[in-house]
């Protein structure tokens, strides 16, 4: 469905991106309203929507004008604040931010992700390989299901056990399967994750090992201990943060390729390389669909002016499109160079696990292209039910 005017689109809504066709309501929005004003809807206030690469760019790269520490995302900055604001990094601004950040760089870097990576690929071939012999399976639940969560269970040292449940948790709490979820379960799904850190936490403070935990749990900023939230917020942003978009991005990765034969078999032939098209996957299918600030002063954004304690939101979703930086921006492109999208964001708050996340997405085109000969989507894929998360639930489908 096509909106007749921009005035009638709600994109604080989560059904608004099941009705519509998305890249033409960006393509609209870009050429028409670049910094749009979504107007306020029952008990939401109004908010920005920008949409031009240039513009995103611009936001994500300024957060002394632009702050996250009211909340990044729409759900937290429609409610006025986040509750781990402060204290999580993604929702800590100034020299707070940047030294919690360089604490946690160092579990990040590729030398000490090395070993990880490898248990990656190991991991992810070893599954692929059971998905050929079995078939018919779901990409979704049997395959992406447990990728993600295994890699940054070894990060932080969680028993694998436990592992499931905390995938059950995440599912809950940014992007509900359908509108059937209601909001006391997305809380409770949250606090579940908050208490399980917490337990974990104080034992690794008690017996540290080398796990991202233990650097949180031991870490010092300002010759002080982080305090007992900081530790928890920022072990609960890694299993938001790395779970579910590098899901979603290699779960979006193999429709594009089940549509676009021509590409898959790029990938076969190995035309192109693995580096870019994990790149150009992570473009096309841009899980984070937006992140969020508030503005702190009177500022400009493009030419128009927004006001201080406006709430601005960036919408990867689209700048990854804009015809302006990106040629021929809707063709699926494995081969695309330059490609500089904002899948990560940008800036101060750029994400921490790029590297893992395409890790991700390369061991499973690696894969792919080593043991599958032709990918087979086999019924209606299900959609995630989120004005955030872009991707998919259900994905069934036929490997030979
Ligand atoms: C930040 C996307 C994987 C942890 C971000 C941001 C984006 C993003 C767009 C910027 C948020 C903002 O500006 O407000 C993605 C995508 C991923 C992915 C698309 C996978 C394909 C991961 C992984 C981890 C992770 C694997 C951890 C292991 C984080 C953290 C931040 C962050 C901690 C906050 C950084 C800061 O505020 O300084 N991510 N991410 N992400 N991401 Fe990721």
Redesign the pocket.
Known sequence: MTASSLADIDLADPQTFLDQDLPALWRRLRAESPVHWNPPSGRNPGFWVVSRYADVHAV?KDNRRFT?ERG??LTTLLQGNDSASGKM????DGHR?REI?NL?LKS?SPRALAPVVDRVRARTSRLISEAVERGEFDFATDVADHI?IN??GD?MDVPPADRPKLVDWNNQTLSRHSSQHSELEEFLARNEILLYFSALAQERRRNPGDDVISTLATGEVDGEPLSEDEIVF?CY??I????E??R??SIGGILALARYDGQWRALKDATVSVDTAVEEV?RWT???MH???RAVVDAQIGDTPVAAGDIVT?W?SSANFDEAVFADSLRFDLARTPNKH?????????????F???A??GAVLHALREQVSGIEVLGEPRRLFSNFVHGYSSVPVRFR
Not at 89 to 92: G, R
Not at 342 to 354: D, E, Q, S, T
Request: charged share 5%.
């Open positions: 994500y996250s990044n995302v990094l993604a929702v800590t931010h950040r946690m990040f993600p890699t940054i990060l920022n942003s890694l938001l943060g790395a779970d978009s590098s979603m991005s992570l841009t899980p984070a992140f969020g600030r960036l990867n904002v899948a990560f964001g940008y800036g101060p708050h750029f994400c921490l696990g790029a893992l996340g395409r991700h997405v």
